[in-house]
Protein backbone atom coordinates (compact mmCIF):
# COMPACT_ATOMS: atom_id res chain seq x y z
CA UNK A 1 0.00 0.00 0.00
CA UNK A 2 1.02 3.41 -1.03
CA UNK A 3 1.72 6.20 1.77
CA UNK A 4 -0.99 7.78 -0.47
CA UNK A 5 -3.65 4.87 0.12
CA UNK A 6 -2.93 4.85 3.44
CA UNK A 7 -3.85 8.37 4.32
CA UNK A 8 -6.47 8.26 2.02
CA UNK A 9 -7.67 4.77 3.96
CA UNK A 10 -6.82 6.74 7.71
CA UNK A 11 -8.80 10.00 6.42
CA UNK A 12 -12.28 7.87 5.28
CA UNK A 13 -12.22 5.92 8.45
CA UNK A 14 -11.40 8.74 10.96
CA UNK A 15 -14.41 10.73 9.11
CA UNK A 16 -16.89 7.80 8.97
CA UNK A 17 -16.81 7.70 12.64
CA UNK A 18 -17.42 11.01 13.49
CA UNK A 19 -13.82 12.58 13.59
CA UNK A 20 -14.94 15.26 10.75
CA UNK A 21 -12.63 18.11 11.45
CA UNK A 22 -10.10 15.24 12.42
CA UNK A 23 -9.98 13.18 9.25
CA UNK A 24 -8.21 16.23 7.95
CA UNK A 25 -5.19 15.46 9.24
CA UNK A 26 -3.62 11.94 7.89
CA UNK A 27 -5.11 13.68 4.34
CA UNK A 28 -3.33 17.44 4.71
CA UNK A 29 0.04 15.60 5.77
CA UNK A 30 -0.30 13.12 2.33
CA UNK A 31 -1.38 16.50 0.62
CA UNK A 32 1.33 18.37 1.52
CA UNK A 33 3.99 15.99 -0.45
CA UNK A 34 2.07 15.98 -3.83
CA UNK A 35 3.06 17.27 -6.83
CA UNK A 36 0.16 18.97 -8.56
CA UNK A 37 -2.59 16.63 -9.77
CA UNK A 38 -5.17 14.38 -9.57
CA UNK A 39 -4.19 12.91 -6.04
CA UNK A 40 -3.25 16.29 -4.52
CA UNK A 41 -6.93 17.70 -5.73
CA UNK A 42 -8.95 14.54 -4.56
CA UNK A 43 -7.36 15.09 -1.02
CA UNK A 44 -8.02 18.62 -0.97
CA UNK A 45 -11.34 18.02 -1.91
CA UNK A 46 -11.86 15.50 0.94
CA UNK A 47 -10.17 18.13 3.21
CA UNK A 48 -12.53 20.67 2.20
CA UNK A 49 -15.36 18.45 2.60
CA UNK A 50 -14.53 17.85 5.96
CA UNK A 51 -14.25 21.14 6.68
CA UNK A 52 -17.70 22.25 5.32
CA UNK A 53 -19.05 19.03 7.74
CA UNK A 54 -17.67 20.83 10.40
CA UNK A 55 -18.74 24.28 10.11
CA UNK A 56 -22.00 23.07 9.36
CA UNK A 57 -22.39 20.71 12.50
CA UNK A 58 -21.06 24.04 14.66
CA UNK A 59 -23.22 26.83 12.54
CA UNK A 60 -21.34 28.37 10.43
CA UNK A 61 -23.41 28.28 7.43
CA UNK A 62 -21.92 30.70 5.72
CA UNK A 63 -18.28 28.51 6.28
CA UNK A 64 -20.02 25.45 5.55
CA UNK A 65 -21.28 26.93 2.11
CA UNK A 66 -17.90 27.93 0.92
CA UNK A 67 -16.14 25.10 1.51
CA UNK A 68 -18.52 22.70 0.15
CA UNK A 69 -18.69 24.93 -2.80
CA UNK A 70 -14.72 25.10 -3.03
CA UNK A 71 -14.40 20.92 -2.55
CA UNK A 72 -17.12 20.06 -5.06
CA UNK A 73 -14.93 22.21 -7.20
CA UNK A 74 -11.37 20.69 -6.59
CA UNK A 75 -13.64 16.92 -6.95
CA UNK A 76 -15.05 18.60 -10.28
CA UNK A 77 -12.45 17.39 -12.44
CA UNK A 78 -11.94 13.87 -11.29
CA UNK A 79 -13.67 10.49 -12.63
CA UNK A 80 -16.87 9.47 -10.69
CA UNK A 81 -14.62 6.45 -8.78
CA UNK A 82 -11.41 7.92 -8.29
CA UNK A 83 -8.79 5.85 -6.06
CA UNK A 84 -12.26 3.93 -5.21
CA UNK A 85 -13.62 7.05 -4.04
CA UNK A 86 -17.28 8.01 -4.61
CA UNK A 87 -16.55 11.46 -6.33
CA UNK A 88 -19.56 11.50 -8.12
CA UNK A 89 -21.79 10.60 -5.76
CA UNK A 90 -19.66 13.41 -2.90
CA UNK A 91 -19.98 15.93 -5.58
CA UNK A 92 -24.07 16.11 -5.90
CA UNK A 93 -23.75 15.94 -1.86
CA UNK A 94 -21.79 18.95 -1.82
CA UNK A 95 -24.29 20.89 -4.33
CA UNK A 96 -27.03 20.16 -1.59
CA UNK A 97 -24.92 21.08 1.29
CA UNK A 98 -24.10 24.60 -0.42
CA UNK A 99 -27.84 25.11 -0.69
CA UNK A 100 -28.89 23.59 2.27
CA UNK A 101 -25.56 23.35 4.85
CA UNK A 102 -26.61 20.74 7.24
CA UNK A 103 -25.69 17.14 7.30
CA UNK A 104 -23.16 14.86 6.51
CA UNK A 105 -21.78 13.69 2.82
CA UNK A 106 -21.34 9.77 3.35
CA UNK A 107 -17.39 9.13 1.92
CA UNK A 108 -17.02 5.67 0.47
CA UNK A 109 -13.92 3.43 -0.38
CA UNK A 110 -14.48 1.04 -3.26
CA UNK A 111 -18.15 1.13 -2.93
CA UNK A 112 -18.35 0.38 1.13
CA UNK A 113 -18.33 2.73 4.21
CA UNK A 114 -14.45 2.14 6.07
CA UNK A 115 -15.13 1.81 9.23
CA UNK A 116 -12.33 2.22 11.93
CA UNK A 117 -12.33 -1.72 12.64
CA UNK A 118 -11.01 -2.30 8.98
CA UNK A 119 -7.92 -0.37 10.14
CA UNK A 120 -7.07 -3.37 13.00
CA UNK A 121 -5.30 -5.21 9.85
CA UNK A 122 -3.43 -2.25 8.26
CA UNK A 123 -0.73 -0.88 10.15
CA UNK A 124 -0.22 2.09 7.75
CA UNK A 125 -3.61 3.78 7.90
CA UNK A 126 -4.12 2.86 11.40
CA UNK A 127 -0.53 4.52 12.00
CA UNK A 128 -1.56 7.75 10.35
CA UNK A 129 -5.27 7.25 12.22
CA UNK A 130 -4.65 7.01 15.48
CA UNK A 131 -3.02 10.77 16.69
CA UNK A 132 -6.41 12.06 14.68
CA UNK A 133 -8.89 9.24 16.16
CA UNK A 134 -6.93 9.70 19.78
CA UNK A 135 -7.43 14.23 19.73
CA UNK A 136 -10.66 13.45 18.20
CA UNK A 137 -12.13 11.46 21.30
CA UNK A 138 -10.48 13.65 23.92
CA UNK A 139 -7.92 11.58 24.71
CA UNK A 140 -4.14 12.82 25.49
CA UNK A 141 -2.65 12.45 22.19
CA UNK A 142 1.08 12.76 23.81
CA UNK A 143 1.23 8.32 24.82
CA UNK A 144 -0.15 7.39 21.41
CA UNK A 145 2.41 9.62 19.28
CA UNK A 146 4.46 7.97 21.36
CA UNK A 147 3.35 4.53 20.49
CA UNK A 148 2.40 5.03 16.75
CA UNK A 149 6.64 6.18 16.91
CA UNK A 150 7.51 2.80 18.38
CA UNK A 151 5.20 0.37 16.45
CA UNK A 152 6.63 1.99 13.29
CA UNK A 153 10.07 1.41 14.09
CA UNK A 154 8.89 -2.34 15.25
CA UNK A 155 6.86 -3.14 11.58
CA UNK A 156 9.20 -1.22 9.49
CA UNK A 157 12.42 -3.42 11.19
CA UNK A 158 9.81 -7.13 10.53
CA UNK A 159 8.79 -7.29 13.98
CA UNK A 160 4.61 -7.85 13.43
CA UNK A 161 4.30 -9.18 16.87
CA UNK A 162 5.74 -5.87 18.46
CA UNK A 163 3.46 -4.82 21.49
CA UNK A 164 3.40 -1.23 20.57
CA UNK A 165 2.21 -2.28 16.85
CA UNK A 166 -0.36 -4.81 18.87
CA UNK A 167 -1.95 -1.24 21.07
CA UNK A 168 -1.80 0.93 18.23
CA UNK A 169 -4.08 -1.42 16.07
CA UNK A 170 -6.03 -2.32 19.01
CA UNK A 171 -6.64 1.48 19.76
CA UNK A 172 -7.71 2.34 16.23
CA UNK A 173 -10.06 -1.17 15.62
CA UNK A 174 -11.57 -2.08 18.86
CA UNK A 175 -14.03 0.60 19.82
CA UNK A 176 -15.16 -1.63 22.58
CA UNK A 177 -12.08 -1.73 24.40
CA UNK A 178 -10.94 1.27 23.76
CA UNK A 179 -10.61 2.76 26.94
CA UNK A 180 -8.71 -0.47 27.95
CA UNK A 181 -6.34 -0.18 25.06
CA UNK A 182 -5.46 3.42 26.16
CA UNK A 183 -4.78 2.68 30.12
CA UNK A 184 -2.03 0.05 29.11
CA UNK A 185 -1.09 1.65 25.75
CA UNK A 186 -0.22 5.25 28.22
CA UNK A 187 1.76 2.85 30.74
CA UNK A 188 3.45 0.67 28.10
CA UNK A 189 4.93 3.93 26.27
CA UNK A 190 5.73 5.91 29.54
CA UNK A 191 8.02 2.69 31.08
CA UNK A 192 9.40 2.65 27.74
CA UNK A 193 10.06 6.07 27.82
CA UNK A 194 11.64 5.51 31.03
CA UNK A 195 14.23 3.07 30.83
CA UNK A 196 15.55 5.09 27.30
CA UNK A 197 15.77 8.06 30.20
CA UNK A 198 18.26 6.22 32.24
CA UNK A 199 20.01 4.91 29.71
CA UNK A 200 20.65 8.34 28.35
CA UNK A 201 22.06 9.15 32.08
CA UNK A 202 24.76 6.10 32.06
CA UNK A 203 26.44 8.55 29.11
Given at each position: M???EAALR????????GGHHAAHDPWEA???DLPEGPEKDLLQGLIQTAGAVHHAASGNREGAVGLAGSAREYLSGLPPGFKGVNVGTLRLCLSHLERVPEGTPRITYRGERLEL???GADPEAAFRAAVPLADALGYD?????GAVEYARDAYEAGEHSDKFLRFVLDFVADDAHRAVVYTRLSETVSKRRMREEDVKNLF
Open positions: TEFAGIAVYTAAWLESLTDPIE
